[in-house]
Each structure stands twice: as C-alpha cells, then as structure tokens.
T-cell receptor, first 115, second 111 residues
Framework: GAVVSQHPSRVICKSGTSVKIECRSLDFQATTMFWYRQFPKQSLMLMATSNEGSKATYEQGVEKDKFLINHASLTLSTLTVTSAHPEDSSFYIC???????????FGSGTRLTVV | DAKTTQPPSMDCAEGRAANLPCNHSTISGNEYVYWYRQIHSQGPQYIIHGLKNNETNEMASLIITEDRKSSTLILPHATLRDTAVYYCIVRVQSNDYKLSFGAGTTVTVRA
C-alpha cells in the first residue's frame, strides 16, 4: 500500500532555532500534502495545505511566517518551524493525498520538543 | 461537510468483536464514510471506507444503514494492538477536500 515517510521522528531543539520536518510519498505522487499538529489528548488540527509548485494555504490562526512550507516536487513537502519556542512543542503529522484515487496516507509523525 | 458524532470512549474484551458506532445524519449523497485510527504517538491509519454498501477488508467491516445516517465499524476479533482512537469521517472524493478530524472514540481493548 501507499507509504509516507516522515523525518525526523523525534527532535529536540533549543528555543530560537529552526527545525525542518520532511514528508515524502514513497510510491505515489501527491500534488497535495497536509500538515497537522496534535497536542496531548487532543485531536489532529489541520495547519496548512501544501500544493506542489505553489504557495501553501494556511488555516486561520496559523502563522505562515513561522511555519514555512515548501512543496518542491510531487513526492516531497517540508515544514520548517522557525524561531521555535516551547509552546511550539507538539506532535506534527503530514499527510499526502494520492492524486489518482484521492486516498490519504499519513506519516508517522514528528515529536518536536523545544527547550 | 457532514458532522459526525461518536461516543468518546469504549472498552472491549480481547478476542471479542468491537462495534464502533458513528452518526452522520446530515450526510450528502456524494459523501463517503471513512474510518481511520490513531495508535498512540503514531500517524492515523486508514481502515476502511464505503458509500452505501457494506464493506469488508482484512482489518474490519463497515455497516452503513440504508438511510446512510449512521454506520458501524466492526473489528471482528479485537486484540490489544487495536487499542487506539478511531475516527469516523464523512467526505467527498475530490481534489479540493481537506480531511478534518473530530474527537473520535478512544477504544481500549482489555485482556
């Protein structure tokens, strides 16, 4: 079946630094990828939609200058958390939508801890 | 999008069938019922989906009522590894859709 690889799985960074998270669709093409954030004991919250070759669209309340998204190819999207602060500590999950059958496949998530 | 209602939690015994209900009384004719689950600290996993007919795969069965206002996900022989949050989502199959998650049902399988 479809596989989405997300790296890193865990990252600890110092406050003020930037962290990049990669999301790759391994065996299908995804013109659209999605980024979610999940806080403990809460559901997934959609942050932004990443479209190959164009600018990402962000959900209300998500700072586009803080969460930089790049979708340079049909199989790769990256999320960069810039100038991270402890309140950015969360579980970040990407999802890729197959452009043929509209199926969604999720990455395994990235646990970000900002200290 | 049609809203779904699921019980917040349920327990089931290992080896027994787990029946997870979902209400979607405002579902539209072109909306499918999808089920995903999220095991702790992992990304969501697709389980099954259907439009109006009952569906079965290697993981589960999906029973959709004739009026399509509710559905039931059946895990035929629950194991401890089935402990997870289960999400029922109704969605259209289009290029413009953004998948959104509700609170889901936390299923705990007990030995």
């Amino acid at each position: 079946g479809a596989v989405v690889s997300q790296h890193p799985s865990r990252v600890i960074c110092k406050s003020g630094t930037s962290v990049k998270i990669e999301c790759r669709s391994l065996d299908f093409q995804a013109t659209t990828m999605f980024w979610y954030r999940q806080f403990p004991k809460q559901s997934l919250m959609l942050m932004a939609t990443s479209n190959e070759g164009s600018k990402a669209t962000y959900e209300q309340g998500v700072e586009k200058d803080k969460f930089l998204i790049n979708h340079a190819s049909l199989t790769l999207s990256t999320l960069t958390v810039t100038s991270a602060h402890p309140e950015d500590s969360s579980f970040y999950i990407c999802s890729a939508r197959d452009r043929i059958n509209y199926g969604y496949t999720f990455g395994s998530g990235t646990r970000l801890t900002v200290v | 999008d049609a809203k779904t209602t699921q019980p917040p939690s349920m327990d089931c015994a290992e080896g027994r069938a787990a029946n997870l209900p979902c209400n979607h009384s405002t579902i539209s004719g072109n909306e499918y019922v999808y089920w995903y689950r999220q095991i702790h600290s992992q990304g969501p996993q697709y389980i099954i989906h259907g439009l109006k007919n009952n569906e079965t795969n290697e993981m589960a069965s999906l029973i959709i009522t004739e009026d399509r206002k509710s559905s039931t996900l059946i895990l035929p022989h629950a194991t401890l590894r089935d402990t997870a949050v289960y999400y029922c989502i109704v969605r259209v199959q289009s290029n413009d859709y953004k998948l959104s998650f509700g609170a889901g049902t936390t299923v705990t399988v007990r030995a």
